[in-house]
Nanobody
């Protein structure tokens, strides 16, 4: 069974940094890709970043490219999202997600089978 637990959210001023973590307490051998999504109040859940488990290829949305960095620690079954130069529009609940097996899409919500409970990130202006 897969259980994803996010941590690291909080309140930060614009221009500041936060690092989110997502630990997978379940099986690791069949992970294809893991990613981060975010959902602001009244909006859809949007893709933020993803990383391939074996190759460490990374993918980013245009809105966070060059500010956020996704990384993984295979030994700890954990991914991270380093968020720099945060903006008020980055305020959202951030969710970790996992794909089993080969999947073409890295940015579609429906391509991820497992989700964490989310962690709140609030950026004040």
């Amino acid at each position: 069974q897969v259980q994803l637990v996010e941590s690291g959210g909080g309140l930060v001023q614009a221009g500041g940094s936060l690092r989110l973590s997502c630990a997978n307490s379940g099986r690791a051998f069949s992970i294809y890709r893991m990613g981060w999504f975010r959902q602001a109040p009244g909006k859809e859940r949007d893709f933020v970043a993803a990383i391939s488990w074996s190759s460490a290829n990374t993918y980013y949305s245009d809105s966070v490219k060059d500010r956020f960095t996704i990384s993984r620690d295979n030994a700890k079954n954990t991914i991270y999202l380093q968020m720099n130069t945060l903006k008020p529009e980055d305020t959202a609940v951030y969710y970790c997600a996992l794909q089993h097996g080969f999947t073409i899409s890295y940015s579609s919500k429906s391509a991820y089978a497992y989700w964490g409970q989310g962690t709140q990130v609030t950026v004040s202006s």
